[in-house]
């Protein structure tokens, strides 16, 4: 008798497993960049109209890295309101799902939200044959018929080349509510900050907190390349009507010395053009490899007690706009427990941030 097993292809053995199609009533395919659509979290689309981070061609130079990283599209959303009982997305990605530890509806899938401010509900989310680099996919179909409000929420770790919208033929379209505030909060950091490893794009931290806080976020999250280089600071202060800047790029710094060299020069190169735009630092909060390798607890207290210092000597001299947010405790208790690989967080991880994040932004912004 043959000792070969058969491949387990969970997908015949489970039919909430399979792949969402398209399938039914033909469909309507729109254009997200053109009214009443509404795209959001790119600071600079309504020059490009790309759904790229960073400018194509910055006026400051990046690093290659920072370059190739812009076009993951953490942070962006598309806003809408339709009646459509159906809908659907088609998607052409710059490359394929190659992630090992973040699934592919994290890295390179959009999710699906519906309802009013406040009342946002995930609805959906493009599970597709992550071999591919394109897909049409269904996020919902539903009996009602009324008008709801639909942000959809941009890959994290991949880039977008086309987005086309399915709506049922003769659907209405209208336009979004305006955010409250036409004031952005800017954040720039790392990997973690541009979503990794979120199981969707609907659990990265900044979308979380758009949705609590509603308001756009453009998110500047450069997987292990956000390094508070001079050139980023410029461009930063470049984005206009910012009502925060959030520096949480502590991680990326390969030494505690680079971090307190960038960190001190990135704030006063903000403070050139923005000097009463509330700025936030965030510090790094604990690795689980701390436990086997103590030199890395050294290193974080040694630049938490930096901070420290830096922000009160620079309130003292008196920028009352800049605070500092002590993120040991981010993820809450059991944090080690709220990571993929000991660094990057979970969804439960991402939840936690997010709630530690909000009172201190509301404060923030309403001053």
């Not at 592919?104 to 309802?115: H, K, L, P, R, S």
């Not at 609590?212 to 450069?222: K, M, P, S, W, Y």
């Not at 390094?227 to 949480?248: H, S, T």
């Not at 000597?313 to 993120?327: M, V």
Request: some cysteine; proline content about 6%; charged content about 25%.
């Amino acid at each position: 008798m043959s000792r070969n097993k058969p491949l387990i292809q969970v997908e015949k053995l489970d039919k909430h497993m399979k792949a969402n199609t398209v399938t039914g009533d033909s469909l309507q395919w729109h254009n997200p960049k053109q009214s009443p659509f509404e795209i959001n979290g790119f600071a600079w689309f309504k020059e490009e109209e790309i759904f790229r981070r960073l400018p194509l061609q910055p006026k400051y130079e990046v690093t290659e890295a920072v370059d190739i990283l812009a076009n993951c599209t953490a942070g962006g959303q598309v806003r809408f309101r339709t009646n459509s009982k159906k809908l659907a997305v088609k998607v052409r990605l710059q490359g394929k799902a190659n992630m090992f530890h973040m699934p592919a509806t994290g890295q390179c899938g959009f999710d699906c939200y519906i309802g009013e401010p406040g009342e946002q509900r995930f609805a959906g989310v493009t599970k597709y044959d992550h071999t591919q680099e394109q897909y049409e996919v269904t996020l919902f179909e539903r009996q009602e018929e009324d008008s709801v409000l639909i942000t959809l929420n941009f890959p994290l770790y991949q880039g977008v080349k086309e987005l086309w919208i399915g709506l049922q033929a003769g659907s209405a379209i209208q336009p979004p509510p305006p955010y409250p505030s036409e004031k952005r909060l800017i954040f720039y950091g790392t990997s973690i900050l541009q979503g990794g490893c979120a199981s969707r794009p609907g659990m990265a931290y900044t979308n979380i907190l758009s949705r609590t806080l509603n308001r756009e976020i453009i998110n500047l999250g450069f997987s292990g390349n956000g390094k508070g280089e001079a050139n980023m600071a410029k461009l930063i202060r470049e984005i206009e009507d910012p009502a925060c800047l959030v520096l949480d790029y502590e991680p990326n710094c390969v030494s505690t010395a680079l971090y307190k060299e960038t960190l001190p020069r990135f704030i006063q190169l903000y403070r050139e053009v923005h000097a009463e735009v509330p700025i936030l630092v965030i510090s790094k909060y604990p690795y689980a490899h701390e436990i086997v390798n103590p030199a890395l607890r050294e290193d974080r207290l040694e630049r938490l007690s930096f901070q420290k210092q830096l922000i009160q000597q620079l309130q003292e001299a008196g920028d009352q706009r800049l605070y500092f947010y002590d993120g040991t405790d981010l993820l809450g208790e059991n944090g080690h427990e709220k990571t993929v690989d000991g660094s990057h967080a979970t969804d439960l991880g991402f939840m936690s941030i997010a709630e530690k994040l909000t009172p201190i932004l509301q404060k923030i912004v309403s001053k």
